[in-house]
């Protein structure tokens, strides 16, 4: 392969090509690898280049490959620090809407170059290296072969800090922790169960598990359950979910000391809960308002819910009785192709050991 290298003025570069090894870093890299470079000395002497100065590089040609480089001193890159800033942030925005797209919440560095085709003015005054423009960026992490969110990779990083926090959390004012937050509550599969709950910026996800087990009729000292943030990425309709970590209603769990305040939401923004990481129960949340709290309230409350449409147990009702059933019996369900619907008494006396789950209303 030919390279062409040319200077400002078009004349070609004095330049040789040299073997280099990097210094290897522990003895287990002792087969390094030698890298081709362009030993360019000559042309750095003759244009004073000296510390922190950089190579601004243009693409004169593909086919044959032929490159302009041109010295730029460290102070020239300093009078055109806002040019340089601007170039960046668009790129910045131009990758994050990239990863925002991307069906695998990962761009491989291979889309960079198509990236860059598509700032507003390619040809204008060079910005940062990419790779220093994502290091710098609070939403992304280079993580190679390509770039992806911030928190997939910090969540990757969390998992031998187990029972720590597994995100950080905003700070907030003292005002901000005392407003209230309102959210409503749907069951997943069975959308037409629901219910809202109100709860204080400064009370925990702890606080608020505690609400959902009991308005949901969960078992309050069984079973772990956990929270999940849930992101819409850029305009699509995809959702990434940033796990927040699960709570365990004796030892705490990562998420408990959390604070609602503290997980940057908005209105609109939507959560995941599930409780019971056996049976899996699936629990929308949608946060619909923020408000100051009213006083001699006590948070968190349950202020509205479904009104329930109560099933009867079959068992009673052929015994001419009306009794709220309370269970599904699962494999009863599903062997009649039917949901078969029992009181606490009944199960136990019809269904002895079969799978059946409490029924929620
Ligand atoms: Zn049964
Ligand atoms: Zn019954």
């Known amino acids: 392969m030919s390279i062409e290298l040319i200077d400002a003025q078009g004349r070609p570069l004095p330049t040789r090509v040299v073997n280099l090894f990097p210094p290897s870093r522990s003895p287990s890299e002792d087969l390094m690898q030698s890298h081709l470079a362009f030993d360019l000395s000559e042309w750095f002497r003759s244009k004073e280049a000296s510390c922190n100065d950089s190579i601004l590089v243009t693409i004169e040609s593909w086919e044959p490959k032929r490159f302009r480089l041109e010295l730029e001193p460290a102070e020239e890159r300093e009078r055109h620090r806002d040019e340089i800033e601007a170039k960046n942030r668009e790129l910045a925005d131009l990758i994050f809407d990239t990863l925002e797209n991307s069906v695998y919440e990962f761009i491989p560095i291979s889309s960079i170059i198509s990236i860059y085709l598509r700032l507003s003015d390619p040809r204008g005054y060079p910005g940062d290296h990419w790779m220093e423009v994502v290091k710098r960026d609070p939403r992304m992490e280079l993580s190679l072969p390509g770039i992806t ?12 800090l187990e029972g720590k926090p597994k995100i950080v959390e905003k700070r907030f004012s003292k005002e901000e922790g005392e407003r209230v937050y309102r959210f409503k509550v749907v069951f997943k599969h069975r959308k037409e ?13 702890a606080d608020f598990d505690r609400i959902l087990r009991d308005v949901f009729g969960h078992d309050a000292f069984d079973h772990l359950s956990g929270f999940w943030k849930l992101i819409r990425r850029g305009n699509t309709k995809r959702y990434r979910r940033i796990d927040l970590g699960s709570i365990n209603p004796f030892e705490g769990g990562e998420a408990a000391d959390l604070r609602i305040a503290g997980l940057d939401l908005k209105i609109g923004d939507r959560m995941e809960y599930v409780y019971d990481f056996g049976d899996w ?18 948070y968190p409350r349950l202020v509205e819910r479904n009104r329930p449409r109560y099933k009867y147990c079959e068992h009673c009702r052929a015994k001419g009785k009306r009794m709220v059933a309370t269970y599904i019996c699962i494999e009863c369900s599903q062997e009649q192709g039917r949901e078969v619907m029992v009181c606490e008494e009944c199960l136990e006396e019809y269904h002895g050991d079969h799978y059946a789950e409490k029924y929620v209303y």
Do not use: F, M
């Open 281 to 298: 129960i699936e629990h929308e949340i949608v946060l619909e308002e923020i408000k100051p709290p009213e006083p001699n309230v006590e």
């Open 149 to 160: 969110y911030a928190e997939n990779l910090s969540l990757l990083e969390s998992i031998p």
């Open 193 to 205: 169960v629901w219910r809202v709950i109100e709860i204080q910026g400064k009370q925990t996800l």
